[in-house]
């Protein structure tokens, strides 16, 4: 398999632990589970969750654990495999472990940026929408953006907290998923998406 297909296959892995995370931070905001989006996501990843269910339990309070753990063991093969396939021999587990932590959190950090993005347009667009998709964006950023409204409160019709919480977005990603990622190794160059 050449270079193309190893990143084609790093890219899907990449989307599938997107929807993952995603579900993660749905169940953790406490989102809408009859949101058809809701749904489709967790039908897109019951097949690989549901093993983890099995040993784990059930749901801990707001943090799904079987769908952490799920995220967590199909990036970790995922690297091992790519990394055999390209030549690189077995990797050190300790750099598959940093650069599959690494992985997940680029993923939430890439979703809740998305989210507030969605959210800051929603709220110029249409401050009222009841779409599905509207509405997960809202309760999926909720939780974030409850506490930073309450230290920064609005300016007249101008909300700086969406402002904070790209920054604090940015510094997580540069200082944390950074840090991993170049402490994994070899590892890291499969983190991003």
């Known amino acids: 398999m050449g270079n193309a297909g190893l990143l084609l296959v790093n890219t899907l892995v990449n989307l599938y632990i997107f929807l993952l995370m995603l579900r993660f931070l749905l169940q953790a905001s406490q989102a809408d589970y009859y949101n058809p989006i809701s749904q489709t996501v967790v039908k897109i990843t019951q097949p690989a969750v549901r093993p983890f269910q099995s040993f784990l339990g ?3 309070g707001r943090f799904d654990l079987a769908t952490l753990a799920t995220g967590f063991v199909i990036k970790a093969v995922s690297i091992v495999i790519i990394l055999q396939v390209a030549g690189f021999g077995m990797p050190p587990i300790v750099s598959v472990a940093i650069g599959t932590v690494a992985a997940l959190a680029n993923a939430i950090l890439k979703i ?3 989210a507030l993005i969605g959210m800051i347009i929603l709220s110029w667009v249409a401050p ?3 779409h599905p998709g509207a509405m997960l ?3 999926l950023v909720e939780p974030i ?3 930073l409204r309450r230290v920064i409160p609005p300016l007249g019709m101008i909300d700086l907290s969406p402002i904070v919480a790209f920054i604090a977005i940015s510094l997580i990603d540069g200082i ?3 840090s991993l990622t170049r402490a994994a190794g070899v590892v890291g ?3 991003g998406l």
């Open 58 to 60: 059930p749901v801990m």
């Open 112 to 114: 809740y940026f998305f």
């Open 128 to 130: 009222n929408a009841s």
């Open 137 to 139: 964006v809202m309760q």
């Open 145 to 147: 953006m409850s506490p």
């Open 176 to 178: 944390v998923v950074g």
């Open 189 to 191: 160059a499969l983190v």
